[in-house]
């Protein structure tokens, strides 16, 4: 459809540093979907949460907030709340709070998602590695390491498993952790 095709150019000018072109792709792909879709249907969430992470990118976070709370009110109606999509806008939401530096907020999103991922998707998924690595990432801004390893370990061991050794997000886990090794 021709929302699902604004996305996916907007998704080439976010990889291109693009954010202001993405940013209006995805908002015309929004009133495309507000046209089509009731106010609450899972379509108009997927485009909030595109603009949600424009937004982020720009470092417009309380725009981003915005954006990603009304996704989650869509999702959670929608899906419930023991969902991947829900909890992908969990993860967002705390991401923003994580950005803002509102850290007991993030932590608290972040706890919930690694639990709807583990519980949906199982311990060994690569989302559940995600959950793990972002959660880890906020106890590293926090200075919390002792927290944040034993999560990134636990991430590696799930992408080396699944994804094997040589795999991009594997090397990116190892990044993080040897940096939370140095801090």
């Known amino acids: 459809d021709t929302a699902m095709s604004l996305n996916n150019i907007a998704t080439t000018y976010v990889y291109l540093a693009q954010h202001e072109k ?4 995805h908002f015309r792909a929004l009133k495309i979907r507000e046209k089509v ?9 997927l485009s909030l949460n595109n603009l949600g992470d424009i937004y982020s990118r720009l470092g417009q976070y309380e725009k981003a907030l915005s954006q990603h709370r009304l996704a989650l009110e869509i ?3 929608a899906f419930g709340l023991d969902h991947p999509y829900t909890a992908g806008s969990l993860n967002n939401l705390g991401n923003t709070y994580s950005n803002l530096g509102q850290y007991d907020k993030a932590l608290e999103l972040q706890r919930q998602v690694l639990t709807i991922n583990e ?3 199982g311990k060994d998924h690569t989302q559940t590695a995600l959950s793990l690595n972002n959660l880890a990432q906020t106890y590293s801004d926090l200075a919390q390491y002792d927290k944040a390893v034993p999560l990134q370990l636990r991430a590696l061991a799930i992408y080396e498993k699944v994804l ?5 997000s594997t090397a990116t886990n190892l990044s993080n952790l040897a940096a939370t090794y140095v801090d």
């Open 119 to 121: 519980k949906v998707l």
């Open 164 to 168: 094997g050794p040589d795999h991009p």
């Open 37 to 45: 879709f009731s106010s609450d249907h899972p379509d108009i969430a």
């Open 22 to 25: 993405a940013l209006e792709l």
């Open 75 to 77: 999702r959670k109606k």
